[in-house]
């Protein structure tokens, strides 16, 4: 079994300001983690991935994210905000061979001028 | 490459209705999905397939039939809609080689029951 908690529904930060996205994770497996960004009435659109290469992940428009397996987490951050990340974003975790992802209830971001 | 397109954006039906959802990609992904979003919730699993003639249910199937005649195509059947049916809906794409291949998904359905 596999689950994803995002610790906090909403975040608000100013322009220029850093932006951290709490997600923990429970898997019986060696999970593959992803960050998605949903803008408003839009589909989902990858942030980035954890493919086990590297612990720390860097995704498109200067996110990035970091895998701690002691801890079950994968954080995202960004080290300045722009009013264009103003968005939902979804942690998702996929566990072992069935390809089935499990969200987490998302986090929504605001972004203040 | 348009990726995954669904048909209709948008589409309101009375209770009791039937209706279905069109899914169709163009990358030769084995596996398919559909998802319903509603709000706190994050996506829930309706149905998936791991290839043509294979289907199974996820999280929330009940109301909801697939199929999958080919690889490119997966339609949602709702078979008689209620409104707790209302809600946005999303199918998803994706290899089934490699640990970490990520999902593809389409601009969404956004269903209305009353």
């Known amino acids: 079994a596999q689950s994803v908690t995002q610790l906090d529904s909403h975040v608000s930060v100013s322009e220029g300001t850093p932006v951290l996205l709490r997600c923990n994770y429970s898997?019986?497996?060696?999970?593959?983690l992803f960050w998605y960004v949903q803008h408003p009435n839009k589909g989902l659109q990858l942030l980035l991935k954890?493919?086990?290469?590297?612990?720390l992940v860097k995704g498109i428009n200067g996110f990035e994210a970091e895998f701690k397996k002691s801890e079950t987490s994968f954080h995202l951050t960004k080290p300045s905000a722009h009013m264009s990340d103003a968005a939902e974003y979804f942690c998702?975790?996929?566990?072992?061979?069935?390809?089935?992802?499990?969200f987490g209830a998302g986090t929504t971001v605001t972004v203040r001028a | 490459n348009a990726g995954v397109t669904q048909t209709p954006k948008f589409q309101v039906l009375k209770t009791g209705q039937s209706m279905t959802l069109q899914c169709a990609q163009d990358?030769?992904?084995?596996?398919m999905s559909w998802y319903r979003q509603d709000p706190g919730m994050g996506l829930r699993l309706i149905h998936y397939s791991v290839g043509a003639g294979i289907t199974d249910q996820g999280e929330v199937p009940n109301g909801y039939n697939v199929s999958r005649s080919t690889t490119e195509d997966f339609p949602l059947r709702l078979l008689s809609a209620a409104p707790s049916q209302t809600s946005v809906y999303f199918c998803?794409?994706?290899?089934?080689?490699?640990?970490?291949?990520?999902?593809?998904f389409g601009q969404g359905t956004r269903l209305t029951v009353v």
């Open positions: 990358m030769n992904h084995e596996y």
């Open positions: 898997s019986s497996y060696s999970p593959s």
């Open positions: 998803a794409s994706s290899f089934t080689g490699g640990d970490f291949s990520e999902a593809f």
């Open positions: 998702v975790v996929r566990a072992g061979d069935d390809y089935k992802l499990s």
């Open positions: 954890y493919t086990s290469a590297a612990t």
